[in-house]
Nanobody, 117 residues
Framework: QMQLVESGGGLVQPGGSLRLSCVASGFTFRIATMAWYRQAPGKQRELVATITTGGSSTYVDSVKGRFTISRSNPERTMWLQMNSLRPEDTAVYYC???????????WGQGTQVTVSS
């Protein structure tokens, strides 16, 4: 059974930083493209960043230059380093395998990020 456990969220001031973690189990992590998503209240879920098994990454335009996605296949873990945070980054952040996200196969509990002064 797939399991994804997100952590690292919290309350941070504008301009601050957070690092989110995602620990995966129940599938072959080392051959799976992974992604971070976020959802703010009243808004649709948004794809934030992706990373291939070899470490190639993509980002939504609004976070380019501020966020960095990374992974460790032996640890079955990926991270999202978030710098220069803005209030509009406030959302619940989720990790997932895009193929699973597309079918709503599974979603974890997410981790809340709140950017506010």
């Amino acid at each position: 059974q797939m399991q994804l456990v997100e952590s690292g969220g919290g309350l941070v001031q504008p301009g601050g930083s957070l690092r989110l973690s995602c620990v995966a189990s129940g599938f072959t992590f080392r051959i799976a493209t992974m992604a971070w998503y976020r959802q703010a209240p009243g808004k649709q879920r948004e794809l934030v960043a992706t990373i291939t098994t070899g470490g190639s990454s993509t980002y939504v335009d609004s976070v380019k230059g501020r966020f960095t996605i990374s992974r460790s296949n032996p640890e079955r873990t990926m991270w999202l380093q978030m710098n220069s945070l803005r209030p509009e980054d406030t959302a619940v952040y989720y990790c997932n395998r895009p193929a699973a996200a597309a079918t709503n196969e599974y979603w974890g509990q997410g981790t809340q990020v709140t950017v506010s002064s």
